[in-house]
C-alpha cells in the first residue's frame, strides 16, 4: 500500500480535526497568569461550553495561510539556513572537511554512528537544540553514502540522536526546566537518575541504526531508499585538499555556532537572531569563498528555493493545532485522555502518562507547550495516584521526546526529512520499531523510578 505525500497526509488531519470540533464536547480549563505571566491551566476547572463554535469547511483553507503566518518564524529560518548552507557547499569547505573526516574515520562507520548519535543526544539532551541540526542534515547524508551505508542511516544517527535526548534529558530548558517549573519543583532536580539513563538508551538507538546499517552494507538493494532518487546524493568523485580559505570559512562557521550556543544560553536568543548569524555567515563565507556577490546571491536563492516544501510542511502541520484550537477541543482531548489515569495503580498510571504524552504530542508536538497544556493537570493527578511530581515531568521527557520520532506534526521532523528527500513513510518503516524500543525502556525505567521514590 503506498502512503500519500506527507502534504496529503497533512491535510488529512487537518480534515480529522475538523471534524472532531464537529462532533467532540467543546470546553476549555480556566486559566490563570503564574509568576513569569504565563496563562497557566487550572486543574479541576473543565467546563463545557455553554454555546458551541462550529468552524465552517472552508475553515480548513484559512487556516492554512494563518499557520504559515504563525510558523513564519521557523519558515524564514529555514530558508536563511538552506540558503547559507547552499554557499558553504558552493565554496567546496564542506566537501573538504568532508574528505577529512573520511579519511580519519572513513573505515569506521560504526564510531560515526556510535559518537554522532551520542552528540546530538547530548546537544538536545543540554540545550534543546533541535531545529539547529537542520543545516546538517545534507553533510551527515553524504558523508553516512560516501562511507557505504544510506541517508536512512543518516537520519537515524541524527533524527534518533535528538529525539532520545530529548526523551531523557538532563536540562533541557524547553521541557525539563518548564514542565519542572509548572510541577513547582526546584529547577533541574532529580538529574541524577536521568544522567543515569543517558546511556542505555543512547546505547539503544546506537544498536538499532548500526543493524541496520549492517544490513545496507552487506546488501545496498536492501536500504529502505534505494529507489528514492532524492535520497542519493552524489558525492564529488575525489574531495578536495582543506585549503587556507576552506579553514577560515570553517572556522567562521564554527564561531558562528559557538555564538549561537552562547546567545541561546546567555542571551535568550531564538530563531530570529539565529537566523540572522545563519545569514551574516552566509555573506562572509561567500566573500572568504571569491564566490562574487552574484554568485553568493544565486547560491542562497538556490538553497531557499530548495527548502520551499518543508515550509509548506510546517505551515500544514501547525494548522491542526489550529483548527483544535478554534474549534474549542483542545483542552477537551487533553481532559478526556487523562481521566483514565485515576482508575491505575502508581507503577501503570507512570507508564500511563508516558503514553497519554505521547498521544498528546501529536496535536502539541511543541516541548514547551505540551508541558503547560498537560504538566498543570499530570502533576496533580500524579499527587492521587500515588506518582511523584518528578516521575510525572520523566513520563512527560518520554512521551514528547521519544514521539518525535513518529509524530508527523512535529516540524523538525519533517523538515529534516523533506531536506534529504526521505519519505514520510520509509522513516516510519525505520523508526517505529526504534518508537517501540524507546517506550519499553521507557516504561521499565518509570517503574523503577515509582519503586526508589524518584522525587
Known amino acids: 500500500m503506498r502512503v500519500p505525500h506527507t502534504l496529503a497526509l497533512l491535510f488529512a488531519m487537518m480534515v480529522l480535526a475538523l471534524v472532531m470540533t464537529w462532533t467532540l464536547p467543546q470546553g476549555e ?28 469547511p472552508w475553515a480548513i483553507f484559512t487556516a492554512v495561510p494563518r499557520a504559515l503566518a504563525d510558523a513564519q518564524v521557523i519558515i524564514f529560518f529555514l530558508f536563511i539556513v538552506g540558503g547559507t548552507i547552499a554557499v558553504l557547499q558552493a565554496t567546496g569547505a564542506m566537501d573538504a572537511l568532508l574528505g577529512a573526516i573520511l579519511r580519519r574515520i572513513g573505515h569506521s562507520p560504526a564510531l560515526l554512528i556510535g559518537i554522532g548519535l551520542a552528540l546530538f543526544a547530548l546537544g538536545s539532551g543540554t540545550l534543546g537544540v533541535s531545529t539547529e541540526y537542520i543545516p546538517f542534515a545534507a553533510m551527515l547524508v553524504a558523508l553516512c553514502v560516501a562511507m557505504r551505508l544510506d541517508a536512512m542511516t543518516a537520519m537515524g544517527i541524527m533524527i534518533g540522536g535528538y529525539c532520545i535526548g530529548y526523551g531523557v534529558a538532563a536540562l533541557n530548558p524547553y521541557t525539563v526546566l518548564v514542565a519542572q517549573g509548572i510541577a513547582e519543583l526546584p529547577p533541574a532536580s532529580g538529574i541524577g537518575y536521568r544522567l543515569a539513563l543517558f546511556l542505555p538508551f543512547v546505547a539503544i538507538g546506537v544498536h538499532h541504526t548500526w543493524r541496520y546499517a549492517q544490513r545496507v552494507r552487506r546488501a545496498p538493494a536492501d536500504s529502505l531508499v534505494a529507489d528514492i532518487p532524492e535520497a542519493q546524493p552524489a558525492p564529488p568523485p575525489a574531495y578536495p585538499p582543506v585549503e587556507p580559505r576552506h579553514w577560515a570559512i570553517l572556522g567562521l562557521t564554527a564561531l558562528a555556532l559557538g555564538g549561537m550556543v552562547y546567545g541561546i544560553l546567555a542571551r535568550g536568543w531564538y530563531l530570529v537572531e539565529v537566523g540572522g548569524v545563519w545569514l551574516g555567515l552566509a555573506l562572509a563565507a561567500g566573500v572568504l569563498g571569491r564566490l562574487g556577490a552574484d554568485g553568493t546571491a544565486r547560491n542562497f536563492a538556490a538553497g531557499a528555493a530548495s527548502l520551499a516544501v518543508v515550509a509548506l510542511l510546517v505551515g500544514f502541520a501547525r494548522g491542526i493545532g489550529v483548527i483544535l484550537e478554534d474549534g474549542r477541543v483542545l483542552h477537551t482531548i487533553v481532559h478526556g485522555i487523562s481521566l483514565p489515569l485515576q482508575q491505575l495503580g502508581p507503577e501503570l498510571s507512570a507508564v500511563g502518562m508516558m503514553l497519554v504524552q505521547a498521544v498528546i504530542n501529536l496535536f502539541v508536538p511543541s516541548g514547551s507547550g505540551q508541558a503547560f497544556v498537560t504538566m498543570p493537570i499530570m502533576a496533580p493527578v500524579g499527587d492521587l495516584v500515588g506518582v511523584s511530581r518528578q516521575v510525572a515531568v520523566l513520563a512527560f521527557q518520554f512521551g514528547d521526546g521519544f514521539a518525535n520520532l513518529v509524530v508527523p506534526t512535529n516540524v523538525v521532523l519533517m523538515a529534516i526529512l523533506g531536506v534529504v528527500g526521505v519519505p514520510y513513510d520509509r522513516w516510519m518503516r525505520f523508526a517505529w520499531p526504534l518508537f517501540l524500543k524507546l517506550m519499553a525502556a521507557g516504561a521499565l525505567a518509570l517503574v523503577v523510578a515509582v519503586r526508589i521514590g524518584y522525587a
Open 29 to 56: 480549563f480556566a486559566t490563570a497568569l503564574n509568576d513569569q505571566g504565563r496563562a497557566m491551566v487550572v486543574p479541576g476547572t473543565f467546563t463545557l461550553a455553554e454555546e458551541r463554535v462550529w468552524l465552517p
